[in-house]
């Protein structure tokens, strides 16, 4: 299954509390949208930088990229 990796960037000194707290939005979407195979966390850069992420199916990356507005997305590589 592809899976896109949508990618809110937040920087400055409140970075990392402003990612946490777009995540449990995200993770509230998630649950009220029903949406399976996600995965959605932070990605801490830098005491400066921080990125929120939500993984979704490639099928509703169309959907969820205009209703979610992300500041970019690429494909998501498992680990």
């Avoid at 990392?16 to 959605?40: D, G, N, P, R, Y």
């Avoid at 400066?48 to 590589?77: F, I, S, T, W």
Wanted: charged fraction near 30%; proline fraction near 3%.
């Amino acid at each position: 299954m592809e899976r896109i990796k949508l990618i809110w960037d937040f920087r400055g000194p409140n970075a990392i509390q402003t990612a946490k707290h777009h995540v449990v939005h995200l993770k509230e979407f998630v649950e009220s949208e029903s949406l399976q195979h996600t995965l959605c966390d932070i990605e801490e850069r830098s005491a400066m930088q921080c990125l929120a992420y939500l993984v979704v199916e490639k099928k509703h990356m169309n959907d969820l990229r205009d209703r979610l507005k992300p500041h970019k997305g690429q494909l998501y590589q498992e680990s």
